[in-house]
C-alpha cells in the first residue's frame, strides 16, 4: 500500500487547502440551491405572480380587472417609468409588466385598448395571466352585448363565486417542491469542481517529472499504482459525499434522512461521486500545473451543470440540448433525481427507470476509468 | 526596456497550456450557456386533461364541452389535449402523470359552476387549467344570468367572438432583452476575474522566498520597479485581449447583444482585466504560502464574486440590489457585468459613469496594496 500512503501523505500535508476547497463548494452550492429555490417555489406556484402595473386609464373597468386580479397575483400599481420596470423584469424582481392603456374600456371593438403584457423572455407564465385577463374581459363583453351598462356589470362581477379545485389525495405522486431536492439537484456542482480541484492539487505532485521516473522504475505494477492512486480517491470521495449529506441534512432541517425515497438518493449521490472521482482522475492526468486544473474544471464542471439540467431544470432545457445531454453522465444524475422527486413511493414502473438511470452512471464511470487507465499506459510506454 | 518587454511576452507565451486555457476557458463556457439557452423559451406543450362528465350530463352537453375546451388556444397553438374517460381511468392517469388534472363536469342548469378541478399540487400547467376552468364557469354564469333575466338578449349572447383576444405580448422599451443575456455579462464578469491566476503568477515570479526564478530576477542589475512594470503591464496585456476576444466572439459569433459602444466595451475590459491581474499580484504577493492555497483564495473571491453577479442564479444580483445595493458597488463582477448592462441594455451613461469609477478606484486600491507588499523587500534567508 505504498502509493496509497503516499497519496494519504499529500492529503495530510494539504489538509488545510483540501479543507478550503470543501468549504469554497459546499459556499457556493449551497447558496446557488437557496438562490435556484426561491425562483422555483415562485415558478411552481404560478397562482401568485409578482405583476406591476401601470394604469394609464385609470376608469372603473381597469380598476375592476385589477381588483380581479388581486385575488390570485400580487398587483402593484407602478408609476410610468417603463426603463426602471423593465430593469426589475431583468433581474426577476417582478414577473410580468402589465400596461393599461388610456382607451381601455372605452371602445367597444377593443382594437385600441388591448392591455399590454410582458412577460421575462422564455417564461411561459404570461399564458396564464392572458388566459386570465381574456376570460374576464369576455365576460364583460358578454353582459355588454346583452345590454347591460359597464357600471352593472362591474357589480356582477364583485359577487362572484370562485371556481373550486380540489388535490386528489392517497397519491404516490409529489407535484410540490420537496425541501432537500434544490441542494439534491446541485450535487454535480458540488462534487465536480471540489473532488477535481483537490485531486488536480494532489496528481500535479505526481506529475513531476522525477516523481514519474522513480515510479515508472518501481516494482509496483502500473495496474497496482492505479489501484491505490484510485483507492485514495474513493475515501476523499467518501469524505465529500458524507459531508455533502450533512449539508442536504442541515438544509432540509432534518427531513432528509427520513425521506421514504432515501436508499435510492443516497444510491444515486453515490453513484454520482464515482463518476465525480472518474472524472477527476482523468483531468488529473492530462494537466500538469495545479493553476490549469482550475482553468479546466471551471468551464467543464459550470458547462455540465448549465446543459445536464443542475442549474436549470431538465424540463425547461430544448429537446435539443437534452439530445445532446443524454450523452453525459451529469444529465443521469438530474434525470434520476427528477424522478426520484416527482414520488412520495416508488411504483414498480418508476423503480426501473430509476436503476436503469444509476447503471448508465456507472457505465460512464467505467468507460472513463478505462480511458484513463489506457491513457497512463500510452504515457509511460512513450516514456 | 523593450527587450524587458519582448522576453516577458516570451516567457508567458511558453507557458502554452496556461495561456491556452485562460482564453479558452470563457469561450467553451460561452459556448456552452449558447447551446444551454437555444431551446429555452420554446412554448409551452398543450396541456393534457382528462374530462369526467356527470351521469346526469346530456350527450350533446358533454359534446359541446368538449368540443369548447379543445378549440382554446395560445400562442397560434392549442392550449388543452383533452380527453373524456370514466372517474377510474381519470384518477389512474393523474396519478401516473399521463394528465395534468381532471375536469368533473356537471350540468349547468344546477346553479353551481358547472366545471370543477382536481389536480395533483400547484404548478404552472395547474394554474393554467385553473384559469380555463375559470373562463368558461364565467362564461356559463353569464349565459344563466341573462337568460333569466333578459332572455330576448340571448340571439345576440350567441353571436359572441370568443375567438378576440383583448391582451398583446410586447417589449416595454422597444428592444427584446433576452433573460439569459445576464449569464454572458457575468460570464465576462468571471473571465477578467480569472486574469488573478496570470497575475499570482507574475507576482511568484518577482518574490525571491517563492521559486528559484524570482531569486534569480531580484539580483539582477535592472531595477525592480522596471520589473514590476514590465511584468504587470504583459499580464495585463495578455488578459486584455483574452477579454476582448471573448467579447467578440459573444457579440459576434453568439450574437448577444452587448451594445454598439464600442469604446466603452473596450474601456471596460481594459479596467476589469486590471482588476483581475492586480487581484491576483495581492495574492500572490503574500510571500511564503504554498501556491495550492493562493489558488484556493484566488478561486474563492472570482467564484463567490461572479455567483453574487448572477453567473449561476441570474436573479441573485437583483435580490442583492433590493436587499444590500453595497455589495453589487464593491463586488468587481457585479460593477463588471452592470456597467456591460448599461452599455448593452439600459444605456444609462450615467449609472455607466460610477460603475467605471467604483472600478478604477478598485484597481487602485489592488495594485497600491501589491506594491506594498513587494517594495524593498530584503532577504536574509530564502
Redesign the interface.
Known sequence: MTIFNGYMKIVRS?I??II??FM?FT??SV??AQ??KS?EEK?????SLDIAVVDRAENDLSKALLEYLGQFHHVTVEEDR??E?????????IDI?L?IPKEFGTDRD?KK????????????????L??????????V???E???YSQAEVIE?LHG?????????KD??????VKGYTPMLRMIP?FYIPALC?ILG?ILAVFQRKDMKQRMSISSISLWRQNVEALMAFLVLGVGLWLLSLGVIQYISKGTFFHAQLLPYYLANTFVMMLVTLSLAFFIGIL??????V???V???S???C??CGV??PLS???????R?AQFLPVYWYSKTNDLLG?YQTL?ANIQGKVWQGIGIQLVFMAAIIGVTLMLTKMRQQER | MLQLFRYRILSLLREK??IF??I???L??A???N??????????KSISVAVVFDETVNQTESESVVKSLKQIE??HKK?LRVKSESEEDA?RD????KVKG?YYVTPIATGE?P??????????E???L??????Y???M??YT??MLE?PQ??S??M??D?G??????????GK?????T?YFLALIGMACM?GC?IG??TASQLQANVGALGARRCITSTSKAKLIFVDVFVAFFVQFISVLVLMAYIKGVLKIDLGNHIGYLVLIAALGSMIGVSLGMLVGSIGKV????K???L??IS??SS?LSG?????????I??NCPIINRINPSSLISDALYCVG??E?MGRLQVDLLLMLLLVVLLYLGSFVMMRRVRYDNI
Open positions: 494539504n488545510n487547502i478550503m476547497y469554497i459556499m457556493i447558496l446557488t438562490g435556484t425562483r415558478q411552481y406556484t404560478a397562482n417603463m426603463e420596470l423593465q430593469e426589475r423584469l431583468y433581474y426577476y424582481n409588466v400596461q377593443w385598448g388591448k392591455v399590454k403584457i410582458t412577460e421575462v423572455p422564455g417564461d411561459s407564465t404570461a399564458m396564464y392572458q388566459q386570465q385577463i381574456n376570460g374576464m374581459l369576455q365576460q363583453q358578454q353582459y352585448a346583452a345590454g356582477k362572484q363565486k370562485q371556481s373550486e379545485i380540489s388535490i386528489l397519491s404516490e405522486s409529489n407535484a410540490n456542482y480541484s492539487l494537466v500538469k500545473k495545479a493553476v490549469q482550475n482553468m479546466i471551471t468551464p467543464f459550470l458547462g455540465l448549465f446543459i442549474f436549470v425547461l432545457l430544448g429537446e435539443q440540448v437534452k445532446v416527482d411504483p | 497550456t496556461t486555457w485562460s479558452a476557458f470563457a467553451i463556457l459556448t456552452f450557456f447551446f444551454a439557452f437555444s431551446g429555452l423559451g420554446e412554448d409551452l395560445s400562442k392550449l384518477k393523474l396519478k401516473n402523470k381532471i359552476n366545471i370543477r378541478l382536481c389536480v395533483l399540487g400547484s404548478g404552472l395547474e394554474s393554467i385553473q384559469s380555463v376552468m375559470e373562463s364557469n364565467n362564461q354564469r353569464v344570468t341573462v333578459k338578449k340571448m345576440e349572447l353571436k359572441f370568443y378576440k383576444s383583448m391582451v398583446v405580448e410586447s417589449t416595454i422599451t427584446e432583452v433576452q433573460s439569459y445576464q480569472f491566476f499570482m503568477g504554498k501556491e495550492g492555497a489558488i484556493g483564495i478561486l474563492t467564484l463567490t455567483f453567473l449561476m442564479v441570474s436573479s441573485i444580483k437583483g435580490t440590489e433590493q441594455v439600459y444609462d
